[in-house]
């Protein structure tokens, strides 16, 4: 049995176990927050939304994003989570690297890229713009044949058998769209740690035995940070759409007709 088989494997197992009744309303819950903002945003019905993506060949991509983002989900009141319920009660169907996908893929979060170095059909190395890390050398064959250098995206890494790997949801960004988003992020980020400076404070003062558990505020932000993100880029990408077809001409200007 191949190793992308066990993946493969374990992904299709948990696609057939968000579908059932008790997870339903979570999953379209996490749904609703990619969906109802942008659609609001544009005055447009959320179906409408999918039928212009569905129709332009968008909908894939943003259903990828949006499954990813509720497997990493914790739900009140007590955390709940679909990939801790499915390991716990299907997990032994999986292999060994299977398990260890989908742990991974629940403790994943969404960041953005940008390629530094290329090697196409073989890997890429990329550098975490948010949490301002080492680049990490990712292996995969089809997701680099349409990258170039200083490409943005945004993108899940996992990390199986001591390498890095894409999961299945990437967004390419345009520099300007990456670049709002990180000075949006990074100005939360500040009132997040401002937040918790001013909480340690208080409870340092009023109940000095209490300890306060330790938040990464840079992941934390990520987590809560993916339909954010899609926002920004579908946003983009309905601003692509209903640009009208340029106007094309030959060497001579007359206009060119099929």
């Known amino acids: 049995m191949g190793k992308q088989h066990d993946t493969d494997k374990a992904i299709r197992n948990l696609l057939k176990w968000i579908d059932r009744p008790e997870w339903l309303d979570a999953k379209m819950s996490v749904f609703d927050d990619h969906l109802v903002p942008v659609s609001e945003y544009l005055d447009i019905t959320p179906e409408e939304l999918i039928q212009e993506l569905d129709g ?14 509720f497997f990493s989900c914790r739900f009140d009141p007590d955390g709940g989570n679909v990939i801790d319920d499915y390991l716990k009660h299907r997990g032994w169907r999986e292999s060994v690297r299977g398990r260890r996908y989908l742990e991974q893929l629940r403790d994943s979060v969404l960041s953005l890229y940008e390629v ?4 196409r059909g073989k890997h890429c190395d990329i550098k975490d713009l948010i949490r301002n890390t080492k680049p990490v050398r ?21 990390k199986l058998d001591g390498k890095h790997y894409f999961t299945g949801g990437i967004l390419p960004l345009q520099h300007e769209v990456s670049n709002d988003l990180l000075e949006h992020l990074n100005q939360l980020r500040k009132e997040l740690q401002a937040n918790l400076k001013k909480r340690k404070k208080r409870v340092t003062k009023d109940k000095p035995e209490q300890a306060l558990p330790i938040i ?6 990520l987590r809560d940070a993916c339909p954010v993100i899609t926002l920004a880029w579908l946003v983009n990408i ?4 209903q640009q009208p077809f340029p106007k094309l001409t030959n060497t001579s200007g007359d206009e060119l007709a099929f």
């Open 216 to 221: 990464d505020a840079e992941a934390q932000i």
């Open 56 to 69: 332009a060949g968008y909908m894939d991509m943003l259903n990828g994003m949006m499954l990813e983002d």
């Open 116 to 119: 530094v170095e290329l090697e």
């Open 238 to 241: 309905f601003g692509a759409l």
């Open 138 to 158: 990712v292996y995969e064959r089809m997701g680099t044949q349409n990258l170039v250098k200083w490409d943005r995206l945004a993108a899940r890494i996992v």
